[in-house]
């Protein structure tokens, strides 16, 4: 539609209203998809907002969309399974701490040896190469692949391998320091 390609080029350029017509227009759908996945009113807004929220923040890149439709339908949809994905994973050290606490712990002892696990992972991802670390340092701040690479200006491939080859080094130096 060649309205919607101008109104995309003027979001690039930074134009307000023309976010706000695109957003008039096309929130409601983006909410509709966030419900049948999510059945949660509060959070299918909340997606909402995220959405249009990564849509400004890569507005640069929207004069380039073929179908704006279908950008935001992929969107919504991969930035709900990265949320499922973390509350899954949330889910399990929940879980797993659940099963695997012990039934009386002095807090002092069990301070003291976070503590010094929090130093050894430290130690552990100073050692990475400066690259690799800022991979892993995002990773574990909660950010997706896909905003690294963003972020980082390089391909989620090189990416995921830096985050393989970083957790791969920080569990061999851990290994090496507990053995």
């Known amino acids: 539609m060649p309205e919607e390609r101008e109104l995309m080029k003027q979001i690039a350029r930074g134009d307000e209203s023309a976010y706000t017509l695109v957003f ?3 929130s409601k759908q983006v909410f509709d998809v966030a419900m049948l996945y999510v059945k949660d009113t509060i959070t299918a807004r909340e997606i909402v907002q995220e959405v249009f929220l990564k849509v400004w923040l890569k507005r640069e890149t929207m004069p380039s969309i073929n179908n704006f439709e279908d950008y935001l ?3 919504t949809r991969n930035h709900i ?3 499922f994905k973390k509350q899954a ?3 399990k050290a929940y879980d797993y701490l659940f ?3 012990p039934t009386a712990v002095d807090d002092a002892d069990y301070r003291l040896q976070d503590h010094q696990y929090e130093n050894l992972l430290d ?3 100073s050692h990475l190469p400066p690259e690799r ?3 892993y340092v995002a990773r574990k701040e909660g950010f997706s692949n896909e905003e690294i690479s963003h972020h980082l200006n390089i391909s989620i491939h090189t990416v995921k391998k830096q985050m393989q080859l970083a957790m791969s080094s920080v569990r061999t130096f851990i290994k090496q ?3």
């Open 177 to 179: 320091r507990l053995s």
């Open 133 to 135: 670390k800022k991979v």
């Open 73 to 75: 339908f992929i969107l």
């Open 99 to 101: 099963h695997h606490q």
């Open 123 to 125: 130690k552990a991802v």
């Open 89 to 91: 994973v949330r889910s």
């Open 24 to 26: 008039n227009k096309y």
């Open 81 to 83: 399974y990265d949320s």
